[in-house]
């Protein structure tokens, strides 16, 4: 497949590619529901092991999928701190600090998770997680298991370690495939510093410049926003692919066009003043934890994106609801901004739902789905998610490391929506008009699993409110229908029978 970046350029050709794509997507999908048949499926197994085993050295990190110029460990000095690219670069800087993406070897749940993956594989997939987690610690041959294991303030103050940061994205010189972190990093590819980047007419003082193609296209992220269980092939997070299989792609709608927007101003404090400078803010949906971090402005960014994210709406409600009988509201969420299946990513966290209440007009709540109880969403909820599971069928909440299945998986493709009923009795004696509410509600992973990785109340989940419909439907007085239901001591012209206590 790894021709399909050097001919997507032209049209034509885009289309064939992205047609060969989804063919493999299909094949693999095919293969995962019925388990270990995976003869059509060898790009997936053990990241590309089989054909790159036979090459001495093609997998320096295995089981990640990294690779270097001449596949050798970097050396640390090769990087500088962000800051001192800050130093320059003090807009993008400042943007990049309040991201998810500079705190993705710092943040607790990734280390707690982390530290179990590590003890529970017995250190096999240390390589994997710190590849797309922190590239440079693993490219210089910084990581062992014991620091994976140890408490972050202990690694903060025995061995820092940069997240995904200016130097990792700016060295990227090329792509040997699209997931599990198939970057090559090329640190002084012309024996001085070099960056690479989208300008044709960028100058440094302080480093060259090389002009990437790839920074300005999906594929670039899509190294790390794809990631295959390196054993068992199971797609584990596959964001890059629900985006290439959308409109989006064959709009050229990319994720640098949702995620790093331009703004009017300076890339460099000496450079020139530039109409549109790629944004470096990366918004996406985790409020919780950089709200945790102290990150507030990047939080409030994260729920303005999970705002623009979906719309909920009532579908068919009835003109009248009943007293006495069962009514069905349906409800629509439609995926009108994500460029990729809401939501998207981390699969044991991601998760969003529909919160759906009845109240009648004396504030009684007759009916309720989708409230949180032991720190989850209760029972039944309508909920939007991926399940994955062991080999036999158990689903995993943490344990992602034994993943062999996808389970199921009800996300909404984007631009695609999904209707869903309510069924709910209303009591005889229900006052009107009753009001019927539906927030759709998300959050990063559950209370219960942030509970359960980091300790009780160590850290508070926030629920982010991503739209909300409300609407009063008045309870049917003496119609035709309602005779039906109303019970027959009750006198029928007299609606106000069915308002008092
Ligand atoms: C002494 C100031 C200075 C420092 C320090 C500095 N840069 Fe730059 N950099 C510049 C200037 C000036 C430009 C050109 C800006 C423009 O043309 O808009 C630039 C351009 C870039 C570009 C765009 C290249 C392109 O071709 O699109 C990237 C990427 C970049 N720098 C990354 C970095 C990184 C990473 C670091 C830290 C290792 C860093 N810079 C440190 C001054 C600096
Ligand atoms: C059309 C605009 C658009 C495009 C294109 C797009 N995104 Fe997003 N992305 C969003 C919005 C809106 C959200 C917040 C809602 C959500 O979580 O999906 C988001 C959320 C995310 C999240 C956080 C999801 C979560 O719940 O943890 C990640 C990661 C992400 N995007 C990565 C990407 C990558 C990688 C690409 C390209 C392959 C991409 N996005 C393309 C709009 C876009
Ligand atoms: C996750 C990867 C990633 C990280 C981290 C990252 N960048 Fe970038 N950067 C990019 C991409 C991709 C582009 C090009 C975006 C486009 O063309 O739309 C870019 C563009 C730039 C540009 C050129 C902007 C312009 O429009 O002229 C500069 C300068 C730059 N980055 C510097 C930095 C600095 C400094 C840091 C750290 C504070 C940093 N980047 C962190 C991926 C990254
Ligand atoms: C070297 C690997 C790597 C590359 C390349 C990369 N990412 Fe990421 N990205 C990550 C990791 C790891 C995280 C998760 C950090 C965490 O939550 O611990 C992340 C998180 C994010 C988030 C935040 C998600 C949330 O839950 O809020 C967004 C948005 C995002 N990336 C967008 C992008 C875009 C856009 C690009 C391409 C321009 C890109 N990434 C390239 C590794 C990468
Ligand atoms: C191929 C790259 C890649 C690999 C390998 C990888 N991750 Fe990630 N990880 C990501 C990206 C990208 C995200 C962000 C997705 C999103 O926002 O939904 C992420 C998100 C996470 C999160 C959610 C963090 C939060 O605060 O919500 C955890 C926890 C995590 N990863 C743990 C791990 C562990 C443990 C491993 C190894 C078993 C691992 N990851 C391997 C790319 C990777």
Known sequence: MSHSR????????????FLTCLLTVTLVAADELQGDDNQNNEKWLEPARSRLMHVIGAMPFFPHRANTTGNLVLNVKDFDNAQVCGACHTEIYRQWRSSMMSQAWDEPIYRALLKRASAATEGKVDNFCTGCHTPIGLTTGQI???????????????HPMPGVDCETCHNISARTGL????????????????KFGPRKDAVSPY????????????????????????????AVERTYDEWQESTYSLNNVTCQSCHMPGFAGKAAIMGPDRKEVASHWFSGANATMLKHLGQEEGAQRARDML????????????????PGQYASVAVKVTNVGAGHKLPTGFPEGREMWID??????????????????????????????????????NPLDVEVWNATQILSDNRILPKGYNIGEFSFLVPADAVGPLTLTADLNYWPFSQKLADYLLGKDKLQVEITRMANVTQSVPLSTGSDTAKRAIPAKLKLDDASAYYKE
């Open 307 to 322: 705002a623009r994210a979906a719309q909920i709406t009532f579908q068919q409600l009835p003109a009248a609801i009943i």
């Open 179 to 194: 997931d599990n972190g198939a970057y090559v990093l090329s640190p002084r590819a012309h024996g001085k510093p070099t």
């Open 207 to 234: 480093h060259d410049t090389v002009y990437s193609a790839l920074h300005t296209r999906s594929d670039f992220c899509g190294t790390c926003h794809n990631v295959t269980h390196p054993f068992s092939s199971v």
């Open 6 to 17: 050097h001919t997507c350029a032209q049209v034509a050709l885009h289309r064939l590619c």
């Open 356 to 393: 759906f209440r009845v109240q009648d007009a004396s504030g009684r709540e007759l009916y309720r789905l989708g409230s949180i109880k032991d720190g989850k969403t209760e029972v039944n909820t309508r909920n939007f998610k991926v399940h994955i599971g062991d080999k036999n069928g």
């Open 144 to 158: 062992t298991s014991q620091v994976n294991r140890s408490s972050i303030e202990d690694s903060a103050k025995n």
